[in-house]
Antibody, heavy 121, light 107 residues
């Protein structure tokens, strides 16, 4: 079945780095743009980053621009989020999400369960 | 960036009630508006896309309307499994911003 599984979260000190992964299965990964969305504890949803299906176009929220890098390996059906210079306010559950269609502005119909990142000294 | 607001931020309702949640965009987003339901400890679930299209498998008691800057999500007859937080999201442009959410709880 169609599935997204995130991994790579954990506890990290401020200023350090972490790389998240999202393994996709059950659909043609190369046909879809992919997103990262995060949710701080007890808070709402925040869109983080978007990458086009071929990886050539990337977009970021202002809160992570210059610190986070989204990438993908289409040969491995895997999405990544490299997070550098982490701050306490990056603490959140990080979801990867897939649009309904190949159109990158479509709604997100497939979500992973999320991976928790906690930034603390 | 496009800012999204929702009202109310929370509401209490009874099973069988008709519930309406409003979402407003800071500029016109045509019909690029989606609605999600999130229950505690779970990932968001897509309910409505393109302002008024019902996602496959979602009960017909959920409906969406609006275009431009003002949108509504209506639950025609609230069921026990509908108690959750609801988010709107614009996908007109990046960043694809979410509203702050509306928590629906039991009266």
């Amino acid at each position: 079945q169609v599935q997204l599984v995130e991994s790579g979260g954990g506890v990290v000190q401020p200023g350090r780095s972490l790389r998240l992964s999202c393994a996709a299965s059950g659909f043609t990964f190369t046909s879809f743009a992919m997103h990262w969305v995060r949710q701080a504890p007890g808070k709402g949803l925040e869109w983080v980053a978007l990458i086009s299906s071929d990886g050539s176009n990337k977009y970021y929220s202002d809160s992570v621009k210059g610190r986070f890098t989204i990438s993908r390996d289409n040969s491995k059906n895997t999405l990544y989020l490299q997070m550098n210079s982490l701050r306490a306010d990056d603490t959140a559950l990080y979801y990867c999400a897939r649009p309904r269609s190949a159109y990158y502005l479509d709604a997100f119909d497939i979500w992973g369960r999320g991976t928790l990142v906690a930034v603390s000294s | 960036d496009i800012q999204m607001t929702q009202s109310p931020s929370s509401l209490s309702a009874s099973v069988g009630d008709r519930v309406t949640i409003t979402c407003r965009a800071s500029q016109s987003i045509s019909s690029y508006l989606n609605w999600y339901q999130q229950k505690p400890g779970k990932a968001p679930k897509l309910l409505i896309y393109a302002a008024s299209s019902l996602q496959s498998g979602v009960p017909s008691r959920f409906s969406g309307s609006g275009s431009g800057t003002d949108f509504t999500l209506t639950i025609s007859s609230l069921q026990p499994e509908d108690f959750a937080t609801y988010y709107c999201q614009q996908t007109y442009s990046t960043p694809q911003t979410f509203g702050p959410g509306t928590k629906v709880d039991i009266k």
